[in-house]
């Protein structure tokens, strides 16, 4: 602050024009820190999950680790996004997949699935 102003300035390395959604934005970050860290992130639905389990292999510190912080009413719980990933196997593609799929059936901007089910659809992409 300088004479009682507000000063502000984009830092041009943390700049990321091409991304308008806080959601990608945010996997944006992580995925360019170079340093070891812990990320905790602090979300309310599933699409920042699906965005950073399909990017996490652009990790620049593969020692990184994530967890998703949601909550409904009183529950809190962690979500170890780094062991779901390693749950769907050493084969990278399941992962990188989920962004398409989740922009397809259950995307907060694709209300044409709404109440149609992500199941049967999971279920195939699984299995192929």
Same mark, same amino acid.
């Given at each position: 602050?300088?004479?009682?102003?507000?000063?502000?300035?984009?830092?041009?390395?943390?700049?990321?024009?091409?991304?308008?959604?806080?959601?990608?934005?945010?996997?944006?970050?992580?995925?360019?820190?170079?340093?070891?860290? !812990?990320?905790?992130?602090?979300?309310?639905?599933?699409?920042?999950?699906?965005?950073?389990?399909? !990017?996490?292999?652009?990790?620049?510190?593969?020692?990184?680790?994530?967890?998703?912080?949601?909550?409904?009413?009183?529950? *809190?719980?962690?979500?170890?996004?780094?062991?779901?990933?390693? *749950?769907?196997?050493?084969?990278?593609?399941?992962?990188?997949?989920?962004?398409?799929?989740?922009? !397809?059936?259950?995307?907060?901007? !694709?209300?044409?699935?709404?109440?149609?089910?992500? *199941?049967?659809?999971?279920?195939?992409?699984?299995?192929?």
């Amino acid at each position: 602050m300088i004479n009682n102003k507000v000063i502000s300035k984009i830092h041009e390395d943390l700049s990321c024009s091409e991304h308008e959604e806080a959601d990608t934005k945010i996997v944006y970050h992580v995925c360019n820190i170079d340093a070891q860290a !812990n990320f905790v992130i602090r979300c309310s639905d599933t699409d920042i999950a699906a965005i950073i389990l399909g !990017n996490i292999h652009h990790l620049k510190n593969g020692d990184s680790h994530i967890w998703i912080l949601t909550s409904t009413g009183n529950k *809190q719980r962690y979500v170890d996004l780094n062991t779901i990933c390693e *749950q769907f196997g050493p084969s990278p593609s399941f992962c990188r997949s989920l962004p398409a799929f989740h922009a !397809n059936r259950g995307c907060d901007f !694709n209300p044409a699935f709404f109440k149609k089910g992500k *199941q049967m659809p999971y279920i195939i992409l699984k299995k192929n």
